[in-house]
């Protein structure tokens, strides 16, 4: 079983910057890929960021929602089990409920956090 909690969400002026953690527990074995999604009110959720582990946890291969790029940068911390976002230049149209996720390529699961808010109002 693995735990996922973020942190870090708040309200924020446009342009401005915040970073978003998730803690991970559990087993975590790779290869896995940990990522970012976000839903907005009366929107779908969608990726925003994702890091791939790669063999051994040797790589890192990021990829990121055309939206965000540019602005917003994922890095992860194995030794803390730890996955930043983060956020730059930030929009109103960020706003939104941020989760963290990861899929386990050995086992196929996939595990949600609860979600932090990000408001990005003047």
């Known amino acids: 079983q693995v735990q996922l909690v973020e942190s870090g969400g708040g309200l924020v002026q446009p342009g401005g910057s915040l970073r978003l953690s998730c803690a991970a527990s559990?087993?975590?074995?790779?290869?896995?890929?940990m990522a970012w999604y976000r839903q907005a009110p009366g929107k779908q959720r969608e990726s925003v960021a994702s890091?791939?582990?790669?063999?051994?946890?040797?790589?890192?291969?990021?990829n990121y929602a055309d939206s965000v790029k540019g602005r917003f940068t994922i890095s992860r911390d194995n030794a803390k089990k730890m996955v930043y976002l983060q956020m730059s230049s930030l929009k109103p149209e960020d706003t939104a409920v941020y989760y963290c996720?990861?899929?386990?390529?050995?086992?196929?699961?996939?595990?949600w956090g609860q979600g932090t808010q990000v408001t990005v109002s003047s």
């Open positions: 559990g087993s975590i074995v790779t290869p896995y890929t």
């Open positions: 890091i791939f582990s790669g063999i051994g946890g040797i790589g890192g291969i990021t």
């Open positions: 996720n990861v899929h386990l390529a050995y086992s196929g699961s996939e595990y």
